[in-house]
């Protein structure tokens, strides 16, 4: 950007490279990401602040009658751009990578996912303190495992493979209450199309609440916790109705 000749009144210029060479009346604000430079015919009828990476260069013939006031930038913006920008476009990828997942687990398990958001409903508390018992109890029992030469492959695959995917079922559990609790405001008689948009809407929320300073990760342990817990109960319970079933067959009489 380049200022040649005169103009009246206040004067706000954004640039990589800003050049004044002309006559401005009134205060001049310059933010240039890379450098200012006062020309010899620069005559400014006012104060000078400007925001660069560091000093203008102001020619010796040049006139300015007011303040000149220097406020250095910390981080170049246009660089860090493309970093803010990657940034976001990696969290949306991983929504939608995680909205895949819920609405994969909504199609695979029905079963189980509609016993699990059902036993959240009626029993939150207990989800609660079972997810979070298992939260930080696994990994302790991992380490013991793994300090032993039996329990070593154990101990690996519980540690590094089964508590992941129930760490993310868990989440995703979550996530999937709440897109079912907002699609129970909106229709309960939902089909599965409407269904699985909910969940990523699920998905999205979650994520959100996720992301806010300082309750985000707070945020997350709860939710992560209560999903994980009614899941481990649900699985539980299942296992347990089949093994009942199993020793105890229906007999028929006459």
């Not at 010796?60 to 303040?67: D, K, L, R």
């Not at 016993?115 to 959240?120: A, P, Q, R, V």
């Amino acid at each position: 950007i380049a200022i040649l000749g005169e103009v009246q009144g206040a004067l706000s210029l954004i640039g990589e490279r800003v050049e004044v060479n002309g006559t401005l009346r009134g205060p001049v604000t310059v933010r240039a990401f890379e450098r200012l430079r006062i020309g010899p015919n620069a005559r400014i009828s006012g104060p000078l602040t400007y925001h660069s990476p560091g000093q203008a260069e102001i020619d010796p013939a040049a006139v300015v009658s007011g303040e000149v006031r220097h406020i250095p930038m910390e981080r170049h913006y246009r660089e860090a751009a493309p970093w803010v920008a990657a940034s976001i476009g990696s969290a949306i990828l991983g929504w939608i990578a995680l909205g895949v997942l819920a609405a994969v687990m909504l199609g695979l398990f029905p079963l189980l996912v509609g016993e699990s958001l059902g036993g959240l409903r009626t029993r939150p508390w207990l989800s609660l303190l079972l997810g979070l018992a298992l939260f930080f109890t696994t990994p302790a029992v991992a380490v013991v495992l793994l300090i032993t030469v039996i329990g070593l492959p154990l101990g690996l695959v519980l540690l590094f493979l089964i508590y992941p995917l129930a760490l993310l079922g868990g989440w995703l559990t979550a996530a999937l209450y709440l897109g079912d609790w907002g699609l129970g405001l909106v229709n309960r008689k939902a089909g599965r199309g409407l269904r699985i948009l909910f969940a990523f809407l699920g998905v999205a929320v979650l994520g959100l609440m996720a992301a806010i300073p300082f309750l985000g990760g707070l945020i997350c342990l709860i939710a992560t916790s209560v999903g994980l817990g009614t899941l481990a109960h649900t699985m539980w319970r299942r296992y347990h109705g089949a093994g009942s079933r199993h020793r105890h067959p229906v007999t028929r009489h006459g």
